[in-house]
Structures are given as C-alpha cells and as structure tokens.
C-alpha cells in the first residue's frame, strides 16, 4: 500500500467514485436464507432492492456508535448519534426517494438526498465516513482502503445463514464478514488496524434489509483500536 499525506485525502476523496453512486440496483430478489449456496457479499449488500418492504411515507433509523482506546484519540471522542432515512415514492414500485439526516447538530455530515433508488444507501454512507476518518488517521490514500474493502467482498467474504430478532420474534438473514487489510504489505504503518473486521447483517423482514454494520478491530492485548457501528432501531419506526 501506498500511504499518502493526509493533505491528499480531500482531494483523492472528491475525486473518486462515491461508494453511494456505485451501489444500489434493482436486481432479482435474494436467494433464501436456508439455500444451500449463500449468495454473493455484494449481491446482498449493494445489488437487492432492499426498500421493497419500506413503505413510501415511512422513516428508518440507524443508532451509530464510534470509540476508540488508541492514545491520544486521533479518531476524536466517543460518538453516539444516528441515521435517518426517510422515504418517499419513486419512479418504480420498489424504488425510494430518499432523504437523509446523518447524525445530528454539529456532528451533521451532508448526505443525499438520493432518488428512485430501490437499495439502501446507508451501506455506503457508512462505509464513506469510516473511509474518511481512516484514511486521516493512518495518512492513506482512501481509494486503496476503498479497493480493499471491495475486493474483499468480491473474493473473501464469509457469508452465512443468521437468526436476528424482530418485533420479539426471530427471523432468517445473512452475517457477512470481511478482513480486507489482513496481510497487508504495509501492515506494519496501519497501526494494528489491519485486523479490523467488518461484519454485515441483513434480514429481508426488516425494512430496509440493513440489520447493522460494525468495523472491529483490537490490538494483541484485546484492547479496542476501534469500535463503529450502525444499528437498525426497532422502536424508532
């Protein structure tokens, strides 16, 4: 990996693709959960029409949480806030128009609006503003994090049948999991964070079909280089 200064980072950010355009389609819908084969980590992450069973009118949000046990705090304080969507009708049955509130006050980061989308942006808005704040601190180019993190879902995601809990019952989803910086080249200047682990859930019975996003990672010690999460809220609906 080639490590940049961190006074390229806006700059290769504005110019690279956003992982928001690149992501939702419509596709076909998802293969069973108690399918033999698993389906692809990107068919289900990026290439569903997650918002199918999210009605136009309706709102879904996401509880966020980022801390850090890393000296001198470069990923700032802890954050606790969330992520709003809120969904009109678009052109097409399946698809949204979709407004978004991404954190609150002067955490706010600029986010959307996104129209007739039939997928649910907040995969890639999570992973952008991951991106970002690591590519500040470990001083890299964010389109090689980016690459990575795409490359291993393409070819190295672990992609297995789940129970999450629903309006006090269980239903099926899918836990997807991906160790994208794992032996890396320049693993020595991530700081331990080559171990991070990401980990997606997504049930087609809730709304938006987005369950939680996580990125992981802990020193040899077991202590916390970085936790950041995004949760689907049952009671906020």
Do not use: C
């Not at 942006?121 to 001083?139: D, G, M």
């Not at 989803?173 to 990401?198: C, H, S, T």
Request: proline share 8%; aromatic share 6%.
């Amino acid at each position: 990996m080639k490590l940049l200064a961190t006074t390229a980072v806006a700059l290769v950010l504005a110019a690279m693709p956003a992982l928001a355009e690149e992501a939702p389609k419509p596709a076909a819908a998802v293969t069973s959960v108690n399918a033999a084969a698993p389906p692809s980590a990107a068919d289900l992450l990026f290439e569903q029409p997650h918002m199918k069973n999210a009605g136009p009118g309706s709102t879904i949000t996401y509880d966020y949480l980022r801390r850090s046990g890393i000296a001198k705090g470069p990923f700032g304080p802890p954050l606790s806030d969330t992520v709003t969507l809120t969904l009109e009708p678009g052109k097409s049955p399946e698809a949204r128009d979709i407004r978004v509130a991404m954190f609150s006050g002067l955490n706010r980061v600029p986010a959307g609006p996104f129209e007739d989308m039939s997928g649910n942006p907040v995969v890639s808005l999570f992973l952008e503003n991951h991106l970002r704040s690591l590519a500040k601190v470990l001083e890299a180019n964010p389109r090689y994090l980016k690459l990575a993190i795409r490359k291993g879902l393409r070819e190295a995601a672990t992609v297995t049948p789940t129970k999450v809990s629903v309006g006090g019952r269980e239903v099926d989803g899918w836990r997807v999991e991906i160790q994208p910086f794992a032996k890396d080249a320049m693993e020595q200047r991530m700081r331990g964070l080559d171990k991070m682990i990401y980990t997606f859930i997504t049930a087609p019975e809730v709304p938006g079909e987005i369950v939680s996003i996580e990125a992981s990672s802990k020193n040899a010690e077991g202590g916390e280089l970085l936790e950041e999460k995004l949760s689907y809220d049952q009671k906020a609906g």
